[in-house]
């Protein structure tokens, strides 16, 4: 078996674990490739002969695998992600077991999902056409400040990170949204719209109700005007009912669409897996690219 392995050495303190993942797997007659991303490798270098291997693996934390993962689209190769990152939560999102022998096993019986990404484009400040994946969520307004706010506090505070950012943003500000979905115009008023990929955000929190990565849409939220005080009752909605489905989520209006295209006046920054975009974009669109990635799974995930 070829096996190509990429790692970003500064994904976190779970970084070594990769390692101990290439030990279980290794056996007589294997090829373990190690390529480290970084300053002089970035994840299309990376990638470029991915096509000539069994495996690849995906090992970061989630703005890694997402970049590693848009270029391996439609290579067909069975990927598997590789949790060393400090949030992964695309990977907890597929569900394999976590353990880098549990992950080595899987590795090699090779058993896959046809899952989707998403797809981001938008004009840089160079009026350029720019496109990136994601494989989480990608918007404008409050989640890109939430992320924003979260960056500094990344290294420590982990997975509440985000929550804590959201509660310290006393007064997000409101814009005008103009969404297009599939051939349907909605003007809304919002302190946010995002582009869901996958449904969990962070401990076991649902976003997005009925999100599914294999389903060939993205689920698109307008976060409505609300004051923190109201905002509030949703993050401890959501972590007394982590599903989402009986309390319901009333600020936010859900849609699914093939593709979005969206107007927001004024700009309020944008973000994807948690990258800030650089600059003030005021569109966007946001689509599915259906069943793009070959991801190799276990028995325990919720794709098997
Ligand atoms: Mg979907």
Redesign the pocket.
């Known amino acids: 078996m070829r096996c190509l392995i990429i790692h970003n050495p500064a994904s976190g303190p779970r970084s070594d674990e990769i390692f101990a993942f290439a030990h279980a797997l290794s056996r007589a007659d294997d090829e373990v490739v190690f390529r480290f991303i970084g300053d002089g490798m970035e994840p299309e270098d990376a990638t470029r002969d991915a096509r000539s291997f069994d495996r690849v693996v995906a090992s970061g934390g989630d703005g890694s695998v997402s970049s590693i993962l848009y270029q391996l689209r439609d290579t067909g190769v069975p990927v598997l992600v590789f949790p060393s990152g400090t949030s992964n939560l695309f990977f907890n999102n597929i569900g394999n077991a976590p353990e880098p022998a549990a992950l080595a096993q899987a590795c090699r019986a090779g058993k896959t999902a046809q899952v ?1 990404m998403g797809e981001l484009s938008w004009k840089d400040e160079n009026g350029e056409e720019r496109r990136h994946g994601f494989i989480i969520i990608a918007g404008t307004g409050f989640d890109a400040e939430i992320m924003q706010k979260a960056e500094a506090s990344h290294g420590d505070m982990g997975e509440i990170a985000y929550f804590l950012s959201a509660l310290s943003t006393p007064s997000p500000q409101v814009a005008h949204f103009t969404i297009e979905h599939d051939g349907q115009v909605d003007e809304l008023d919002g302190i946010g719209c995002m582009a869901g ?1 996958t449904a969990v955000i962070q401990n076991e929190i649902n976003l997005f109700p009925n ?9 698109i939220a307008v976060i409505e005007p609300a004051k923190l005080v109201e905002l509030l009752p949703t993050v401890i909605a959501g972590m007394l009912d982590p599903a989402g489905k009986g309390l319901g989520r009333p600020q936010f209006k859900l849609f699914q669409a093939r593709e979005a295209r969206v107007t927001v006046t004024p700009s309020l920054g944008m973000e994807f897996d948690g990258e800030v975009i650089p600059g003030k974009p005021t569109e966007f669109s946001a689509r ?1 690219l259906p069943k793009c990635l070959n991801l190799i799974i276990d028995r325990f995930s919720s794709l098997a």
């Open positions: 989707d990929n999100c599914r990565m294999d389903d060939g849409l993205i689920d599915a």
